[in-house]
């Protein structure tokens, strides 16, 4: 079985400094992985995902997570946070099909503050 | 393309009365996802269609909640009688691909049974 784990609930940390939200998995199989975010009343939204390939995937607004297999992890980053990026943070894992259920954290909550 | 698109964005009804939620997929998207996150814990699948039919039901909680996809197009989820532990937010998801690149989640639907 596959199962996430987001050590922390909640960070806050002001505008312009770094952040690092943990994500670490449990999979007997090779996986696919994901960070969602949730904006104030909005849905969920695909941030970035990694499938294979280079272990560093990016997103279009800065973030950065890398895929480490050896420690079973898959940390979000990004170098200088704005007030916009207040938002919920999912780390999510899936088998390599659609028939794969699509297992998600219990979520980061990223304030930012000015 | 049109999103995921759910309705209604909230809903608030009583303990014991019936309500049904519908998302629509874009369109083309064999695969339907209907997940919830109940307040303040982890978003939990519920279940997977392929076309019309239930690929996966394993998260459904039990047979007060009923999902059906008409004609492999939208889909239904209907809470009857609904408890208050039924309170929470209904996320609809679809993907068209076998291989799992990540899902196109709808807004939501927030209900809350008092």
């Known amino acids: 079985a596959q199962s996430v784990t987001q050590l922390d609930s909640q960070v806050p940390v002001f505008e312009e400094a770094p952040v690092e939200l943990r994500c670490n998995y449990s999979?007997?199989?090779?996986?696919?992985l994901f960070w969602y975010v949730q904006y104030p009343n909005q849905g969920l939204q695909l941030l970035l995902k990694?499938?294979?390939?280079?272990?560093l995937v990016k997103s279009i607004n800065g973030f950065e997570a890398e895929f480490n297999k050896s420690q079973t992890s898959f940390h979000l980053r990004k170098p200088s946070v704005h007030i916009s990026d207040t938002a919920e943070y999912f780390c999510?894992?899936?088998?390599?099909?659609?028939?794969?259920?699509?297992?998600f954290g219990p979520g980061t909550s990223l304030s930012v503050i000015p | 393309e049109a999103g995921v698109t759910q309705f209604p964005s909230h809903s608030v009804i009583e303990k014991g009365q019936t309500v049904t939620l519908r998302c629509d997929p874009i369109?083309?998207?064999?695969?339907l996802y209907w997940y919830r996150r109940v307040m303040g814990k982890e978003i939990k699948f519920l279940l997977h269609?392929?076309?019309?039919?239930?690929?996966?039901e394993s998260g459904m909680p039990n047979n007060r909640f009923l999902a059906e996809r008409t004609g492999g197009t939208y889909s239904t989820l209907k809470v009857q009688p609904a408890e208050l532990e039924d309170s929470g937010v209904y996320f609809c998801?679809?993907?068209?691909?076998?291989?799992?690149?990540?899902?196109?989640f709808g807004s939501g639907t927030r209900l809350t049974v008092v």
């Open positions: 369109s083309g998207h064999d695969n």
């Open positions: 998801a679809s993907s068209q691909d076998r291989r799992n690149y990540g899902y196109t």
């Open positions: 999510a894992v899936s088998g390599g099909t659609s028939y794969d259920k699509v297992i």
């Open positions: 999979s007997s199989v090779s996986v696919y």
């Open positions: 990694y499938l294979s390939g280079s272990t």
């Open positions: 269609f392929v076309k019309e039919s239930k690929q996966d």
